[in-house]
């Protein structure tokens, strides 16, 4: 009974409770109005709105998935549309290089490649390349998404599409299949391919495609090939350090050359080492062992990528590069159809003569006598010729013809003060004061030590004479020489403004080719054409790519070029040039420059020789030879000057020539024949100059130590 009474006690306390909750959740009425509380308002709109957020969510991820499949059928069907047959044979087509005459001339190609095997390449070199272009190479399939996404951050932070985050697949599709621009449309034609690559060859197939098609440098693809070039030698039998070398060329083969850098080529090779001891491909002792080896080298016997004519050759691929804008990569593998105005008779004269040592003096045994020479059609520009050094060619190997910066000697006076002052009434036959001479402290010799008083223009040419010419160009003004050699085409800058470059005293100095093209401007009364080897590109197919735009300059008047070719041809026929005479119509200039005014060479005296150079021309063709040594020092410098590359002048040009007709200068309309001289004297010339006062300020002389032309440290010009 006690339970019951219990029991409903309870029942009736939990009922009145469940009343009081439920009167609590229901709103409260006053008079008419229905008050609802606003912690009940709270808790329903979050449920309304999240039913709509949830809605929105579906339905935007129901898009997604539409889009996403959508995007995921085409690119399927644009990726099974592409076509890779040509991974069947990778080989580059070759270029050709065609002469004046449209005939092939030489041959650019990298079709010396020997495929090899995958087992036939070692597993180092393998793992290598993995280490350090692609370590998920057997993860993905065909993009790393992650590297990818890392890629186009540092993308997006620049602000520009760079290289990067490219697998080996891609790279290959790239090298394969695509230009070499870095745009965001290129990119995704790379990944395309890549993923079709990746679907139709395994992994260790595109590995092999991989390492037989890649451009190691120096004229190379391929593994073999690459190994053959550094060091002579199979791939198979490469060690270590041989083949982490090799791995790291492909991402920049330039920069990485151990035949161009080799400090940049041993930090490269260690990094990869490094990265194959990271990713366990090689255990710390083979790491230890490996970086502590040299670079070592070694001569193949054949000449990669050399046909004939190579010096010619390796300066097409230049001025490719620098004025049309292909790479080397395209250039040689394109198949493209160079055409020039390589004369293949005179280039083979140029190639005979510098293939002999008859014309050269004797070299040092450990170290040859260099030389360069260009031969320039000055009626249009074209280069004829061109050898740029001697013994062993090395391809893309430093050009004496084109790269070369030597000071020129006399062989400047021409532009810097004869030119000029025929240009301000100066003539032939007038006199020029000679003798002791001090311009602001700047204080000129001649070689013999010997002065005359006063001597006519044509003599101070014809023989060369440095103190005549210094005090021309005082009278004239450095100005007017600076501003003749720069329409010859040779720019001085700042640090030329100084007598010294009467004597062709110059702070940078100049090339063969620079001086035969503003020679060339005299030879062609008064016009300057660019000189250049490149007429037009094709492709093989015929189809024009560039052509050369002729864009000719006035240098100086017909007239003036004409008189100075007469004196030209009085220096070969009379003075220092005689040992250039052809026995046709021929004019030139000599130019020698001394050893350095230092200690080093105190005790040689004036008989050393630092530069050598003739510069000439025929009705025909116009040259330019230098001669001397790439080092010189105590133990390696020249005995003899100018007369040395005029007879290396001499026999290009008689054989260049040997069919060709004699002609005589052609004579312009505006040429005016000179007077008879008339009496001049010396004693005016003294009083205007002022003979021990400084005849020009300290601006028109600056440079107080280039005696003779010379500036510390450099050679300065001399003339026998």
């Known amino acids: 009974m006690l339970r019951k009474r219990l029991r409903r006690k309870l029942t009736a306390k939990a009922k009145a409770k469940a009343a009081a909750s439920a009167s609590a959740s229901k709103p ?241 090779r260690n990094l990869v080492l490094s990265l194959m001891k990271e990713q366990n491909f090689i255990t710390e002792a083979a790491y230890e062992k490996a970086v502590a080896q040299p670079i070592v080298l070694k001569q193949h016997n054949e000449e990669s990528l050399k046909g004939k004519y190579p010096s010619y050759v390796d300066y097409v691929i230049q001025e490719a590069a620098d004025v049309y804008g292909f790479t080397e990569e395209q250039v040689l593998t394109n198949g493209l159809r160079i055409y020039t105005d390589l004369d293949p008779q005179v280039q083979q004269a140029a190639q005979d003569v510098y293939a002999s040592d008859a014309l050269f003096p004797e070299s040092k045994p450990d170290q040859l006598i260099q030389s360069g020479a260009v031969i320039i059609d000055h009626k249009t520009g074209g280069i004829r010729a061109l050898v740029g050094t001697r013994g062993p060619q090395v391809y893309r190997g430093f050009n004496h013809a084109t790269q070369l910066k030597r000071q020129p000697g006399s062989s400047f006076k021409p532009l810097a003060v004869y030119g000029p002052a025929l240009e301000r009434g100066y003539t032939p036959s007038s006199s020029l004061y000679d003798g002791d001479l001090d311009i602001a402290g700047y204080r000129p010799k001649d070689w013999d030590g010997q002065t005359r008083g006063q001597v006519t223009l044509r003599e101070a040419i014809m023989r060369s004479w440095n103190i005549p010419a210094v005090w021309l160009l005082n009278e004239i003004g450095i100005d007017a020489g600076i501003d003749f050699a720069r329409r010859a085409g040779i720019a001085l800058g700042p640090a030329d403004r100084s007598l010294s470059i009467a004597l062709g005293g110059l702070s940078e100095g100049v090339s063969p080719l620079q001086m035969a093209q503003a020679f060339g401007a005299i030879a062609n009364l008064g016009v300057r054409h660019q000189a250049h080897a490149i007429v037009k590109v094709t492709t093989k197919e015929g189809y024009p790519l560039v052509e050369a735009q002729p864009q000719p300059a006035a240098v100086t008047k017909p007239a003036i070029a004409y008189s100075l070719t007469l004196l030209l041809q009085d220096a070969v026929k009379s003075g220092t040039g005689q040992a250039a005479a052809l026995g046709r119509p021929t004019a030139g200039k000599t130019g020698t420059t001394q050893l350095p005014d230092t200690k080093e060479f105190a005790d040689i005296g004036a008989n050393g020789i630092k530069d050598a150079w003739f510069v000439g021309f025929t009705p025909e063709l116009t040259a330019a030879v230098w001669i001397g040594y790439d080092q010189t020092d105590k133990n390696h410098y020249l005995t003899t000057g100018g007369a040395v590359p005029a007879a290396v002048f001499k026999e290009i ?33 003294q009083e205007k100059l002022g003979i021990g006062k400084p005849a020009a300020n300290a601006e028109q002389s600056k440079n107080k130590d280039n005696e003779n032309g010379k500036t510390k440290g450099k050679g300065k010009p001399k003339e026998h």
Do not use: C
């Open 653 to 685: 040009m008689s054989r260049a020539l040997r069919d060709v007709s004699a002609s005589s200068f052609s004579v312009p309309d505006d040429y005016v024949p000179e007077p008879e001289p008339t009496s001049t004297w010396l004693q005016s010339i």
């Open 28 to 268: 409260r009425i006053e008079g008419n109005a229905t008050t609802v509380s606003a912690d009940s308002e709270r808790v329903k709109a979050p449920k309304r709105n999240r039913r709509r957020f949830s809605k929105i969510a579906v339905w935007l991820g129901g898009l997604m998935v539409v889009i996403a499949g959508i995007a995921f059928f085409v690119t399927a069907h644009w990726v099974r549309g592409l076509d890779i047959s040509k991974l069947e044979n990778p080989l580059p087509e070759p270029t050709l290089i065609m002469d004046r005459n449209g005939k092939p001339a030489s041959q650019l190609s990298s079709s010396r490649i020997v495929p090899v095997s995958l087992d036939q390449i070692p597993l180092d070199l393998r793992n290598a390349v993995i280490a350090v272009e692609d370590r998920r190479f057997y993860e993905h399939s065909g993009i790393d998404l992650w590297s990818t996404a890392r890629a186009l951050l540092r993308d997006l932070k620049s602000g520009e599409m760079k290289e990067g985050g490219s697998t080996l697949t891609q790279q290959l599709a790239k090298n394969m299949f695509l230009a070499s621009d870095k745009t965001l449309s290129r990119k995704l034609k790379e990944a395309g391919y890549a993923l079709k690559i990746n679907t139709v060859y395994s992994k260790d197939e595109i590995l092999e495609l991989y390492l037989n098609s890649i451009y190691f440098g120096e004229g190379r693809w391929g593994v073999e090939g690459a190994a053959q070039e550094y060091f002579a030698k199979p791939v198979q039998e490469l060690k270590l350090e041989e083949a982490a070398l090799l791995a790291g060329l492909p991402k920049a083969p330039t920069t990485y050359s151990p035949a161009k850098n080799m400090q940049k080529a041993l930090e490269r």
